[in-house]
């Protein structure tokens, strides 16, 4: 049976994957159910993981380009905008996280007209 520490490292590497190959929606359903058992903990990574499942949600959005795409990609940002000071190197998994934000990062700037 694997640990949460495990279980957490291993859906951050799948999400990282995942971003690559441009599966958003995947990634945010990775994330997000590694995700649950830290917010019924009160696990201190509960909310950066949630920004990064927002992030993800985010590119989904784009990627599906229905209507109001930008708004509603802008919307959920904020959550990740409003978490990702908690990736501090002290925390569990910094490199992953670390990795995770460099590439949202990447991928804001490859779409920087919806988030000017």
């Not at 799948?14 to 441009?22: I, V, W």
């Not at 989904?60 to 795409?69: F, L, P």
């Not at 490199?95 to 988030?115: G, W, Y």
Request: charged share 35%; glycine share 2%.
């Amino acid at each position: 049976m694997l640990t949460m520490n495990e279980d957490l490292e291993g859906a951050i590497n799948e999400y990282l994957r995942l971003l690559d190959e441009e599966e958003y929606f995947e990634a945010h359903e990775v994330m997000e159910e590694a995700w649950h058992p830290l917010r019924l903990k009160e696990h201190p990574l509960a909310n950066l993981a949630k920004g990064f499942i927002n992030a993800a949600i985010g590119f989904e959005h784009i990627k599906r380009n229905k209507k109001n795409a930008s708004k509603k990609a802008k919307k959920v940002m904020e959550s990740y905008e409003r978490h990702i000071h908690l990736c501090k190197i002290e925390i569990e998994h910094y490199a992953h996280f670390c990795e995770a934000k460099d590439k949202i990062d990447r991928l804001k700037t490859q779409h920087k007209n919806v988030f000017i």
